[in-house]
């Protein structure tokens, strides 16, 4: 059973910084995609971080290229999500997901879900 366990989420003002952490277990996280997603109330599930199974390749949204970063510590199987320069827009709850089943790299269909946490960014 492959669980994951998101965790930094909280209130911080525009320009500064959190880092998202997704503690996984059943699976390792090198051997599968795992990436991050948000949502916002009365809006769809949206792509925001992706990293292939090698860890070689990443993926981002256009809207978070050059202030968030998506990397992994294979050692303590957790995936993380370094967020900087946040913006109001960024608010939403976050998800952590393993094992893409969409084909698109940017796809938001995924096998297995984290609760997710909550980013606030106050103006």
């Known amino acids: 059973q492959v669980q994951l366990v998101e965790s930094g989420g909280g209130l911080v003002q525009a320009g500064g910084s959190l880092r998202l952490s997704c503690a996984a277990s059943?699976?390792?996280?090198?051997?599968?995609?795992m990436a991050w997603l948000r949502q916002t109330p009365g809006k769809e599930r949206e792509f925001v971080a992706a990293m292939d199974w090698s860890g070689s390749n990443t993926y981002y949204a256009d809207s978070v290229r050059g202030r968030f970063t998506i990397s992994r510590d294979n050692a303590k199987n957790t995936v993380y999500l370094q967020m900087n320069s946040l913006k109001p827009g960024d608010t939403a709850v976050y998800y952590c997901?393993?094992?893409?089943?969409?084909?698109?790299?940017?796809?938001?269909?995924?096998?297995?879900w984290g609760q997710g946490t909550q980013v606030t960014v106050s103006s």
């Open positions: 997901a393993s094992q893409r089943r969409g084909r698109s790299v940017y796809s938001v269909d995924y096998n297995y």
């Open positions: 059943g699976r390792t996280v090198s051997s599968v995609t």
